[in-house]
């Protein structure tokens, strides 16, 4: 019988193997072309803080804080988006533009990036924060609001074809300054 456990042992563990190295080479793209990984390592001041990135929104739903905001400036009412995390919104406006709303627990302002290569600090409601003009092309804007080191929000807004960079900014940050005092304070 010891002779069929060794075989047994080895198949199982070549089977298993491959399918190990598959889970924790797992990606996800947070834009197309820029693979990035779909859980960030925990770095040791996330251990020795006791709060896990998951507590920093608690029981806070994105649509639940962009629908009276959007609403209140035309918006169609908000869906919920999972592009940059699952707890994600966004809504439109005709002949305007696009506005998305994003809690994200697991990743914090200094993760951001850009294509662009323009970050551009700022604060917002007293808050530290980053301003990402043409994030998505012209007409387009990213504000992230930090919550925590490893925690931020972000307002992505996208203007129709005759919108500015510029303008984009403006709006994106006047929404942000509504949403960032309904935030958890973590900083």
Do not use: W
Request: charged letters at 20%; aromatic letters at 4%.
């Amino acid at each position: 019988m010891s002779q069929y456990r060794p075989k047994s042992l080895k198949h199982s563990s070549l089977i298993a193997l491959p399918a190990l190295l598959l889970t924790l080479a797992g990606c996800t793209s947070e834009k197309p072309g820029n693979p990035t990984p779909s859980t960030p390592v925990p770095s040791s001041s996330d251990q020795s803080s006791g709060t896990t990135p998951q507590d920093a929104f608690a029981d806070l739903k994105a649509c639940d804080l962009l629908e009276p905001i959007a609403s209140s400036l035309g918006f169609d009412p908000p869906a919920a988006e999972s592009y940059e995390s699952d707890n994600g919104c966004g809504s439109s406006k005709p002949r305007y533009g696009t506005v998305a709303f994003y809690l994200v627990p697991n990743a914090g302002i200094a993760d951001l990036k850009t294509d662009t290569g323009q970050i551009n600090q700022t604060t917002i409601a007293g808050r530290k924060a980053v301003e990402l003009p043409g994030s998505a092309g012209k007409g387009a804007c990213l504000i992230g609001i930090s919550v925590t080191e490893k925690a931020r929000a972000t307002v992505n807004l996208g203007l129709s074809n005759s919108g500015t960079t510029e303008q984009a900014c403006a709006d994106a940050r006047s929404i942000a300054e509504q949403l960032a005092p309904k935030l958890p304070r973590g900083n």
